[in-house]
T-cell receptor
Framework: DAGITQSPRHKVTETGTPVTLRCHQT?????MYWYRQDPGHGLRLIHY???????DKGEVSDGYSVSRSKTEDFLLTLESATSSQTSVYFC?????????????FGSGTQLSVL | DQQVKQNSPSLSVQEGRISILNCDYT??????FLWYKKYPAEGPTFLIS?????DKNEDGRFTVFLNKSAKHLSLHIVPSQPGDSAVYFC?????????????FGKGTHLIIQP
């Protein structure tokens, strides 16, 4: 298994509160990603990072921000959680060598916003 | 607009028979295609991939076929086993190594009947 740890694994929060999800990797991979998985939508990209302090938006970035201060850590923040952000969140990594690459996923964080 | 489409939300197959999962794409820039398998409460795991310079790739019981002119790929599992019951995601990336992540379909839930 790729060395990816997501924390927390489960979280219940209230509407309007800030939430931060953490992804930690031990592979020293350059690229890191946050996806969300929802019934009927599959996996959709929220934000990604191509290096320390280098991030960009994905398909569904509204309401989310990210930070990457170290190669190994990629944080996803919901500044003010809404019920529409109830989802399963997956972190993924890839080597970033520029060739044909696959992503390796963490085990996910189940977030419920009440 | 969905660039990767899996039009069958679910598929039921008898154990020992062939499972065929289909995927269509609209973006002609995609040059690398992957299949991921996902069990409940786990992250997606890489199954098999194919680059656009090939039309077939085989790995044990799993074979992926690519028809570029039809913008269609399929995953064949022969013979199907109970442990193959999972959600299967088709994914694609464009040239550049997929630095901005993979684009996923909505998934097909494969159920292997004993």
């Amino acid at each position: 298994d790729a060395g990816i740890t997501q924390s927390p694994r489960h979280k219940v929060t209230e509407t309007g509160t800030p939430v931060t999800l953490r992804c930690h990797q031990t592979e020293n991979h350059r690229y890191m990603y946050w996806y969300r998985q929802d019934p009927g939508h599959g996996l959709r990209l929220i934000h990604y990072s191509y290096g320390v302090k280098d991030t960009d938006k994905g398909e569904v970035s509204d309401g989310y921000s990210v930070s990457r201060s170290k190669t190994e850590d990629f944080l996803l923040t919901l500044e003010s959680a809404t019920s529409s952000q109830t989802s399963v969140y997956f972190c993924a990594i890839s080597e970033g060598t520029g060739g044909l690459e696959k992503l390796f996923f963490g085990s996910g964080t189940q977030l419920s916003v009440l | 607009d969905q660039q990767v489409k899996q039009n069958s939300p679910s598929l039921s197959v008898q154990e020992g028979r062939i499972s065929i999962l289909n995927c269509d794409y609209t973006n002609s820039m995609f040059d690398y295609f992957l299949w991921y398998k996902k069990y409940p409460a786990e992250g997606p795991t890489f199954l098999i991939s194919i680059s656009s310079i090939k039309d077939k790739n085989e790995d044990g019981r799993f074979t992926v076929f690519l028809n570029k002119s039809a913008k269609h790929l399929s995953l064949h599992i022969v013979p199907s086993q109970p442990g193959d019951s999972a959600v299967y995601f088709c994914a694609a990336s464009a040239p550049g190594g997929g630095a901005d992540g993979l684009t996923f379909g909505k998934g097909t839930h494969l159920i292997i009947q004993p």
